[in-house]
């Protein structure tokens, strides 16, 4: 027994010049994750000289702050027991049944049981992730697709094959396409995750027309759909759009969030799950956390009850819309010939392509030098594709720093092009197999 | 790509009579998820006419919920926008630092850069786990063990070495054998994970004439220690130990909570993590929940900067105490002979060996029937071990309803006895073999 003290078998010893002396010991799915492109920048890009077009963050300036805070000292004062005490890791039931009933918004008929309420979106699809994803296991997402999203299919080690958008969303033809490669490489698929409505990134929305269509192929094929849908109820003109679970409870697997139409920092998400995956979901996510801030379920419950939330989703569409119009504007009056970009009817985001040439990821410390960030295609895709895109965000700076950003950015890439006609591609390097979701800016 | 819809390819069609359609989709570590003993009792356990000796929820009556109420309404007055606003997923610095001094307390030095925020104290411990383990990776734990932590490494799929503890918590010697053993077998033992203060369920503390042998043991056999801290501040007579932390930054990772000492529902706990290991840790925990909510974590720093936290921990110690001297005396008076019991300096449990023969996960369902509820002790192992063993909580009824709990438990395991004597033992099946942390009720 003594011996396992002796140097020579002492690999933590024999490591310890190393940078990290627990580079050994990690689990094999740490290896995939790296910090997001932007946040090597983040330093940088969040001066308040810097017009951030990159992050996701919602404007909340409409909130009704005053009235918030007297229902949240009320929570305290009248039920604070409850409120600050455990609660169980399937949620609050009064908030699951008004979860129902926002659910229903967009033709979804569904039992408040099978509602588990998570600490956002994002744990609704680690724990989906989990429940469904053994390494190798491919998901099928589409390209580009939100970076979370990647990031929690890399920390279950999924493979992601990107499936093509156009300007109505996921293409089922080549939906049909890679299910069919997947099955004759022999690989598992085991979800189609899928953003139907303003997407993020891409901005675009799934035709309804090609709604059952995209179900009934991942029927036939096997496969679940995970459907999320934090931007539903943000269609600028107050078009809502059939959820793909309304019409296909069994197979589908939706995640919704507070974070977009209410308050992003309470973190109150949920996942709608067919019946019998629901149970396991709950001790998954018992697992995680225990459950979920039982104040912040109580918080979202009351401000449900009370609060003319329509109204506020209304006021939150028309920021964001005002917001659109100047970027869409700015775009059209500053971007190269050559770039090109979608038209969001709602949610956060455009997805700019630029000019043949440009490298969106080698342009981006240059970008912030000239006081404007994005998010880098690459980062939306897990396989290295996106580098002459961009995600522009104009949910959060005001109208008249969207349009300034916009015109920063159009300069940047006018003396990007320039050195582009001088000296060829800027691009770095040639893109080389599959990256993770979101490199490190070298 | 039609003949993908053709029946004879269709496994969903074949699969459709299934209890559960979604069977062959789970990933491998569902296997291990099954509901604890006690949720299958839950809806009779929790009868206002059964006295629950099972759960672990804190007593919060004491909190100051007038001056907290007014609190979190000037936080949401005050900084509503950036309470209700996404965070950094490492956590909001000011709290961070505060952080930092309470763990000063035990005799740890770190930096607040060091530590991130979580979910509870639950989702660091899963984030680490997470981080360093593979499936079939060895972690070693306490027998027996904290129920969530069996559950997050079910769901990592780590097997669970258990090593025995007697009054003055987990044994060296023993540690070296199951390390050594571990070894021979040619296993990778990635960390042991340990509640050294008042531990749950057993009810024991770590001598602290112990705590460098087994942080020696730890390092000489190149493994990580997880050392898992949420009662240490409730040491009866208010004394504290030093940390496993305090002399091994580099070896140890140190989680720690708010649910025991301040307000277990709004969910805050963290992770000291050695430095090299802590921005994996915020790239695991990013892709798990993006950030903890920030709005809790305000609360949990204004209450730190205003209160008397102190002296609001010292009177839940008070609480209690005053509930582990009623627990303790209860069970000298009528527990059976053959029955042992810990004697906790603090915390919340008392581990309790029954009289040979009797099961205490076969009693269960007829101690809930006589109106008291307890957790049995193969919950907390992962290998079947425990059914001679309970854990009895003291932290939530009142002392009179402790007592009245125990009367009851008593007559229970008494007429359990009896039976005992009369067909012989009365333990449904042999132990055989790994069994989940928390299998259900049958």
């Not at 190393?18 to 492109?37: F, I, K, Q, W």
């Not at 396409?177 to 675009?204: C, D, M, S, W």
């Not at 396991?280 to 379920?297: H, M, R, W, Y």
Request: some cysteine; hydrophobic content about 40%; charged content about 20%.
């Amino acid at each position: 027994m003594t011996a396992s003290g002796s140097p020579e078998k002492n690999p933590a010893q024999a490591g310890r010049h190393n940078l990290d002396p627990h580079l050994d010991r990690y689990a094999a799915r740490t290896s995939g994750m790296t910090a997001s492109e932007i946040r090597a920048l983040f330093a940088v890009a969040s001066r308040p000289e810097v017009v951030s077009l990159a992050g996701g963050m919602p404007n909340l300036a409409a909130l009704p702050l005053d009235s918030l805070s007297a229902q949240v000292a009320e929570i305290i004062a009248e039920d604070g027991l409850v409120a600050l005490q455990y609660g169980s890791a399937h949620g609050v039931p009064a908030l699951r049944e008004q979860i129902c009933e926002i659910m229903a918004m967009e033709g979804i008929s569904a039992h408040p049981d099978d509602v588990v309420v998570t600490v956002g979106s994002q744990m609704g699809l680690d724990m989906v992730t989990r429940l469904f994803c053994d390494p190798g296991d491919v998901v099928i997402a589409e390209g580009p697709s939100y970076v979370g999203a990647l990031g929690s299919f890399t920390a279950y080690q999924a493979n992601v094959v990107h499936v093509t958008m156009d300007d109505d969303g996921l293409v089922p033809e080549a939906l049909r396409e890679a299910l069919t490669q997947a099955e004759r490489a022999g690989k598992r698929v085991k979800f189609l995750y899928t953003i139907p409505n303003f997407h993020n990134p891409a901005g675009v929305t799934l035709a309804v027309e090609r709604r059952e269509e995209i179900l009934e192929i991942c029927r036939a094929h096997d496969v679940l759909v995970v459907e999320d849908n934090p931007y539903g109820l943000l269609g600028f003109d107050g078009q809502t759009y059939p959820a793909l679970r309304s019409t296909d409870p069994d197979n589908v697997v939706y995640l919704g969030s507070f974070s977009k139409t209410f308050a992003s920092g309470l973190r109150v998400g949920w996942v709608l799950a067919p019946h019998a995956v629901r149970e396991k979901l709950v001790l998954a996510a018992e697992s995680a956390t225990l459950c979920p801030p039982t104040f912040n379920q109580m918080i979202v419950s009351r401000y449900l009850a009370t609060h003319d939330w329509k109204g506020q989703i209304k006021t939150f569409r028309e920021n964001y819309r005002e917001r659109r119009d100047a970027i869409i504007s700015g775009l059209e009056q500053h971007m190269p010939a050559g770039s090109s970009w979608t038209h969001p009817d709602g949610g956060f985001y455009v997805w700019v392509t630029v000019p043949e040439g440009v490298d969106t990821k080698a342009m981006l410390p240059r970008a912030v030098t000239a006081r404007v960030a994005y998010a880098s295609g690459t980062g939306f895709y897990a396989d290295g594709f996106g580098s002459r895109q961009m995600r522009l965000s104009y949910c959060y700076p005001t109208p008249e720093r969207i349009r300034e950003g916009v015109r920063r950015l159009a300069a940047v890439l006018e003396s990007e092009m320039d050195l582009v006609r001088t000296f060829g591609t800027v691009t770095p390097r040639a893109v080389s197999g599959p990256q993770s979701p979101s490199p490190d800016t070298a």
